[in-house]
C-alpha cells in the first residue's frame, strides 16, 4: 500500500464513493439482510446522486482517505440526524475504511479531523450510531471516549436493526 492522503471529497468523486460505501457496507452487513433489502438500502443510502448531494450539502463534510488514488476510507459528519435533541451537537453519520487498511491508522486519522472539524465549528457533542453486535467498532469508539447514550431501529428495508447512540462531549 502507497501512502495514504486526506481529502474532502467534491462531485467528481460521487460514482466511487458510491461504489466504495455499497462495497463495504455489503461487506460487513450484507449477510445480514434478504437480498431485495440489501439492494433497495444500499440504491437509497449509497447512490451516486445521493453521494453528489451530500458532498454539496454545506451542513455536511465527507473526508476520503485514498491510496493510489483508489478511496480506501471515508467519513461522513455534520447535521444531527439521530433521535436525540441536543443543541450545538454534530453526527458521524459514516465512517469507512476498506479491510486493506483495517488497523493500519486509517480509521484513526479519519476520527481526529472528525473531531477536529466538530470542534472547530463549535460542537460541543458529537454522536454515532454503531451496530449493537460491531465489537470492533465499539472498542475503537470507545477508546475516543464515546459512551452510550441510547438506542434506535435502523432500518435496512424491513429488517430493524438494534443500534446503539453512542454519545462524545467535545
Known amino acids: 500500500m ?13 460514482e466511487a464513493l458510491s461504489a466504495f460505501s455499497a462495497a463495504a457496507f455489503t461487506g460487513t452487513f450484507g449477510h445480514l ?11 437509497a443510502k449509497y447512490g451516486p446522486d445521493l453521494q453528489r448531494a451530500e458532498i454539496a450539502d454545506p451542513r455536511l463534510r ?38 486493506s487498511v483495517k488497523g493500519k491508522g486509517v480509521a484513526q486519522a479519519l ?6 472539524w466538530a470542534r472547530g465549528r463549535g460542537a460541543k457533542t458529537m454522536y454515532l450510531s454503531v451496530w449493537e453486535n460491531n465489537e470492533r467498532a465499539q472498542r475503537f469508539y470507545r477508546r475516543y471516549g464515546f459512551v452510550h447514550h441510547g438506542e434506535w431501529e435502523f432500518m435496512v428495508g424491513r429488517v430493524a436493526d438494534r443500534d446503539l447512540i453512542w454519545r462524545l462531549a467535545l
Open 62 to 99: 465527507c473526508r476520503l482517505a485514498l491510496s493510489d488514488g483508489r478511496i480506501v476510507g471515508y467519513c461522513l459528519m455534520g447535521a444531527l440526524d439521530l433521535p436525540v435533541e441536543e443543541r450545538d451537537a454534530v453526527e458521524l453519520h459514516r465512517l469507512y475504511v476498506d479491510e
Open 33 to 43: 439482510y434478504p437480498p431485495e433489502d440489501l439492494k433497495a438500502f444500499l440504491g
Open 2 to 14: 502507497s501512502e495514504v492522503v486526506y481529502r474532502d471529497a467534491t462531485a467528481e468523486d460521487a
Open 111 to 116: 476520527m481526529d479531523e472528525a473531531l477536529a
